[in-house]
């Protein structure tokens, strides 16, 4: 596994944001573990990936050695977005939960990296999954933040999480099998009171054990 992390926040919010608070935990004790370690940085509240267009699609899927100037140009976020990504080993994603899903931002981020003959392949031929992802062994950390709770797995808000599925979903496209997902989530945000104040002392602990896991495992490797 690759040492280098991409570490993405969607949040609208700079300061206020729990889920930066969480990516900024999570890199501090990474790098306080192993300090040699490349970091890529991509902020998507500050730098938004441009939506796809016809344009978009039509230089996508037209012959790398075919393209004009300007199908490169249009295409250049994302293939800058694709060599960060194949960069990295590990993707830390800090995600605030908007209306249920991800942020439109992130939806965007996935919509750019996703790419036919980048990140899957796409073989009509074959009648069960043509779909397939080129890249592999990546792992995912989601940081999350939700203003209500109940979110997780048998909880009374666990049908109307579109967040964490969708993730997991696209993550199969970036190379990250759904073993290799770990998510962390701040909960009752709305509230203010002792049980949100107990998510955030819950997800930062978390957070500290999960990168002792990570850096364990990943020292082995180069
Ligand atoms: C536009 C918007 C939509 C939101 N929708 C939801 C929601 O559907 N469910 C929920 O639990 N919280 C919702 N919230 C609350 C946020 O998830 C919560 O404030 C969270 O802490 C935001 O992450 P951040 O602190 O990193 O900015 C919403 C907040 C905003 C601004």
Known sequence: MKQTLLVINASARSTRSLSRRLTQRFTDAWLSR???????????????????TEDWIAAVFTAPEERTDEMKRILAWSDEA??????????????????????????????QVIRVGKTFTFDLARGDYPLEPIMSGKKLVVLSSR????????????????????????????GVSSDD????SIEYQEFGDERHRQSCEDAESQIDDLVFDLTCSSQHLR
């Open 34 to 52: 192993l300090p040699n370690s490349k970091i890529i940085h991509r902020d998507l509240a500050a730098s938004p990936p441009p939506h796809v």
């Open 82 to 111: 694709i060599a960060q990504l194949d960069a990295a080993g590990i993707i830390v994603i800090g995600v605030p939960m908007y209306n249920y899903g991800m942020p439109s931002s992130l939806k965007a981020w996935f919509d």
């Open 147 to 174: 203003g209500e709770f109940g979110f997780g797995p048998g909880g009374i808000r666990e049908k109307v999480n579109h967040l964490d599925p969708h993730i997991a979903t696209c993550a199969h496209y970036i």
């Open 181 to 184: 997902i770990q998510t962390i």
